[in-house]
């Protein structure tokens, strides 16, 4: 029984989106269901995760960091807050949040490890921080990448769309990094992480740079897949053990649940009355409870106005940690660490979060109509 327990805690989401999928099923006739997936977004998305898996595996990301922490002078607790915010904003827009935050948040740890209280508090502006930053580019996060390939939105409108939010987010995470207790600090010389692989490195680059293309589509996902399987496979096939299938399992479930309830009319007549309109408030809602990949996959069958699920799903990602995968990856890593206090990490976590949402919610309605 303990081992269920600890295997639905790790997997929840996608043991919820695959009961749901599976329920749904018995509601319509047989049919072919892999016509419910976007190939092209599993695809692309697949990609990204074995070069980032790549890049880390390689130390790039740990380069990276001790460049910046070396150049940056860190003799604070409120600059690191700043300067770990900072770099965890932008490394998101490109790694995806989750990755920034697995690549940041131990950093973090060891740089406040003598102040335990004000770690909590650095890790959950830095959590916000990932997951804000996150929503300013296609590949920056799980739906935008969704929503950028399945509804053919163009380069233009989607900045056009995500900036302003992105923006302010990164003011209000500055603003909150203002309140960071100001202690001394001597940090531990990160420079010396080397790269595992320079050469290796340099092609997971290249590949990166392909699946870009093929995003914004320049090149073809099926040339960009087959260019990445074909290089992982001959040069670390270890990477295809770190893929978050649990994440790919997600997002093939709900396709499935969306494409049977699609083809229930009543059902389907329902849930296009429900989001109509309220395409924002839902995502940013049923985020909540979901997390917010599988709520704009399920919102996504019912409605064309790609730019309020958009924005709702990714401000959705504050409030509860549920509302984001991210946000979990976090709690969990904060959790590990000696002395961790879970209870009061949740706390902080939220009122950083309700504060965020709280502003970022009347504007993103806003600038979305």
Partial sequence: MSEFKNFFKKNFVVVISGAAALISCAFVPVTDYVEYIDTDVMGILFCLMLIIAGLRGNNLLAKIIGFVV??????????????????????????TNDAALIALVPVTAVIFAEYPSLMIYAIAIQTAAANMGSMATPVGNPQNLFIFSSYGVSAEDFFRAAAPTAVLSLGLILLLC?????????????????????????????????????????????????????????????RFTEVDYGLILTFIFFFVFVGNIRNIPSVSRLAESVAAGREFPAAVVISQVISNVPAT?????????????????????????????????????????????QLRYLAVF????????????????????
């Fill in 70 to 95: 070396k150049k940056a002078h860190i003799e604070s607790t409120r600059r690191a807050a700043f300067i770990i915010a900072v770099m965890t904003f932008f490394l998101s827009m490109l790694v």
């Fill in 178 to 238: 203002m309140f960071m207790k100001n202690m001394p600090l001597v940090i531990d010389d990160y420079s010396r992480s080397e790269l595992v692989n320079k050469r290796y490195t340099a092609l997971y680059i290249i590949l990166f740079v392909i699946v870009l293309l093929s995003v914004f589509g320049v090149l073809n996902v099926l040339v960009a897949f087959a260019s990445v399987c074909v290089v992982v496979v001959i040069i670390e096939p270890k």
């Fill in 297 to 341: 996959v399920m919102l996504s069958g019912f409605t064309d106005n790609w730019k309020a699920l958009m924005l709702g799903a990714d401000i959705g990602a504050l409030g509860t940690p549920v509302a984001s995968l991210a946000s979990l990856i976090s709690l969990r890593i904060y959790g590990e660490t000696e002395n961790s206090k």
């Fill in 350 to 369: 939220t009122l950083v979060s309700i504060f965020m949402l709280a502003v970022l919610y009347p504007f993103a309605a806003f600038t979305q109509l």
